[in-house]
Antibody
Framework: QVQLVQSGAEVKKPGASVKVSCKAS????????ISWVRQAPGQGLEWMGW????????NYAQKLQGRVTMTTDTSTSTAYMELRSLRSDDTAVYYC??????????WGQGTLVTVSS | DIQLTQSPSFLSASVGDRVTITCRAS??????LAWYQQKPGKAPKLLIY???TLQSGVPSRFSGSGSGTEFTLTISSLQPEDFATYYC???????????FGPGTKVDIK
C-alpha cells in the first residue's frame, strides 16, 4: 500500500535550517509529484511548494521563495524539504503529500518543527 | 493568485443532519477543486477531487458539486465520525500552484 513516512520532530533556533524527509513506498515514485504543506498551531493548511519526482522541476509558494528548497532522491524514493533562516512563525507541522495533479491522495504523518531560542 | 473563501467558518450540527459547506474561488478554476477532512492531530484526508469525484473508500454520504467559482461539499446524514474541519483546495497544473481555503469546523450541537 502507498505510504509516506516522514522524519521525526525537530527543534531549531531562529536563523537555523531544517531538512525534513519523506520516504515513499508502495508506488512508482517517479510517476507522481510531491507537495509540501504546513500547518501552524491552530491554523489552516498552507501549501509550500511542489517537486516533480520525474525530473526534479519545482515550484515554490511566493512567500517562501529564497528560503525553501525541495529535492528528491529517486534511488531511495525519498523527498526532502529544506527551510532556511527559520523564524518563530515557521513553527508548524510539515506534511508531504503525493501530488496527483488533481488531488493530494496520500499524506505523510507530519513532522513538527519548533523554532525557539 | 487565486483566493478561496469558505462558508460558514464554523458549523454546529447534530448527528443525522444534512450539512452543506460552500467554497468560492476568486476566479474561475474549472473543476480543479478538492475537499479534505482533518481531525485534530491527524493529516488531512482526501474526500472529493475534480469537484465531484468521490475518493475510493470515502462513504457515499459525502458528495461534491460545482464548477467555475462556486463549489459545495454536502454530507447527507452527519455521522459522529464526521465532526472535523473541512478544507477546499484548488490546483493549477502549470506552473504548479495550490491554494487551500481557510477551513470549516463542524462541531457537535
Amino acid at each position: 500500500q502507498v505510504q509516506l513516512v516522514q522524519s521525526g520532530a525537530e527543534v531549531k533556533k531562529p536563523g537555523a535550517s531544517v531538512k525534513v524527509s519523506c520516504k515513499a513506498s508502495g508506488y512508482t515514485f517517479t510517476s507522481y509529484g510531491i507537495s509540501w504543506v504546513r500547518q501552524a498551531p491552530g491554523q489552516g493548511l498552507e501549501w509550500m511548494g511542489w517537486i516533480s519526482a520525474y525530473n526534479g522541476n519545482t515550484n515554490y509558494a511566493q512567500k517562501l521563495q529564497g528560503r525553501v528548497t525541495m529535492t528528491t532522491d529517486t534511488s531511495t524514493s525519498t523527498a526532502y524539504m529544506e527551510l532556511r533562516s527559520l523564524r518563530s512563525d515557521d513553527t508548524a507541522v510539515y506534511y508531504c503529500a503525493r501530488d496527483g495533479e488533481t488531488e493530494f491522495d496520500y499524506w505523510g504523518q507530519g513532522t513538527l518543527v519548533t523554532v525557539s531560542s | 493568485d487565486i483566493q478561496l473563501t469558505q462558508s460558514p467558518s464554523f458549523l454546529s450540527a447534530s448527528v443525522g443532519d444534512r450539512v452543506t459547506i460552500t467554497c468560492r474561488a476568486s476566479q474561475g478554476i474549472s473543476s480543479y477543486l478538492a475537499w479534505y477532512q482533518q481531525k485534530p492531530g491527524k493529516a488531512p484526508k482526501l474526500l472529493i477531487y475534480a469537484a465531484s469525484t468521490l475518493q475510493s473508500g470515502v462513504p457515499s454520504r459525502f458528495s461534491g458539486s460545482g464548477s467555475g467559482t462556486e463549489f459545495t461539499l454536502t454530507i447527507s446524514s452527519l455521522q459522529p465520525e464526521d465532526f472535523a474541519t473541512y478544507y477546499c483546495q484548488q490546483l493549477n497544473s502549470y506552473p504548479r500552484g495550490v491554494t487551500f481555503g481557510p477551513g470549516t469546523k463542524v462541531d457537535i450541537k
